[in-house]
């Protein structure tokens, strides 16, 4: 599954003369490594971005201090200007963020499995949280690269 949305997130960005870029958290690059797998993704990937601590968001994608302290790196307001700091800083057409908790652990408040996303173009930026649930480490980053994908070939059909 994850060769087929790669594949129709470069066919699209390709077809659309736009590129594309990453911002990740807990995927820790999966999203990049899934559309650099595929021979001629150089022809739409502009850069990914590895943000897993804090203070990388925030020197890397301009993630404010205020917004973080106020909610949390697993948070849609997070999501938001992680997605737009990595648009502003590849000059991309679009950019696909995710924070979020793949566990072990998590709390009452942030459980395991919560996983947030954002999507900038230049028609604007949406969010998301979906809660995958205590699936496991692996199969939640799994779950969340697929849905990055997914958000990715979204956005770029809007384009």
């Not at 205020?66 to 800083?89: F, H, K, P, Q």
């Not at 028609?123 to 990715?152: C, M, P, S, W, Y």
């Amino acid at each position: 599954m994850t060769i087929a949305l790669a594949d129709e997130v470069l066919r699209l960005a390709v077809s659309a003369s736009a590129t594309v870029t990453t911002a990740e958290s807990c995927t820790g690059g999966m999203v990049a490594a899934a559309i650099t797998d595929i021979a001629g993704s150089s022809s739409a990937f502009e850069r990914g971005f590895v943000t897993y601590s804090n203070q990388a968001k925030i020197d890397m994608l301009g993630v404010s201090p205020a917004t973080l302290d106020a909610y949390g790196a697993v948070s849609e307001n997070v999501a938001r200007e992680m997605a737009l700091g990595a648009r502003a800083a590849a000059k991309s057409d679009v950019a696909v963020s995710i924070s979020g908790i793949a566990g072990p652990g998590g709390s009452e408040f942030k459980p395991e499995g919560r996983v947030c996303f954002g999507l900038a173009t230049a028609q604007g930026v949406q969010t998301k949280t979906i809660e995958f649930g205590a699936l496991g480490r692996a199969n939640v980053r799994t779950a969340a690269r697929d849905e990055a994908l997914t958000l990715l070939a979204t956005g770029l059909r809007t384009l």
